[in-house]
């Protein structure tokens, strides 16, 4: 790729992730950012064959900025429940200039065959960097899980985070202090639970319970 046709790519990528979160889903098209960009649509479909390879752009461009949001501040800090806190509201925050329109996105995604969907192997560029900021999360907390249960927890939360987003979309309080409260709760309870784990007649019925639910998330 010529430095032009990388410069032309960057400005597209750039004008569909503005488009997408001032005009939502359903208005950002092709034709408009080909001609916001002053090119044609062939020239578009070049570098993005569909509107959903600029979502996929969307998506990577968020969770990278959960992560950035999301490192410094697990430097900091070694309780499981204290990172888990920290990922769960830094990437509730990376999605908050989106609210208006993210029912929009929901909609699409939702679609049968749809490849925005988080689950989807399109999707699997994004969903890579979420998981691994719950893996950081686990791994480098301090805790006594047992290992297979540490190695599947991070799927489980990533599943739980997709829970906690769609409660966002739909959350009309202001600073969707409704889903932040839900959140709140979960850890609290995955606080009581944890303990828990290290029980041999609670250890078996959770490892399958975590799972089960890797098995949706495939």
Known sequence: MTPKSERTRALLRDLALRSFRDRGYDATTIRLIATEAGVSVGTTNYHFASKADLVQELYVAVQEQHRDAATPLLSHATDLIDRLRIVYTTGLDQLGPYHSHAAEFVSAALAPRSTINPLSDDSAAA???????????????????????????????????????LSWVYDGTPGQQRTRAL???????????????????????????????????T
């Open 127 to 165: 969903r890579s960097i979420t998981e691994s900021l719950f893996s950081e999360a686990v791994s480098g907390a301090k805790h006594s899980l047992p290992a297979d249960l540490e190695g599947a927890l991070p799927r489980a939360l990533f599943l739980a985070h997709l829970l906690l987003a």
């Open 183 to 217: 959140l709140d709760r979960g850890l609290a309870l995955l606080k009581l639970a944890l303990p828990l784990a290290r029980m041999p007649l609670v250890r078996k019925p959770l490892a399958e319970l975590l799972a089960l639910i890797g098995d949706v998330r």
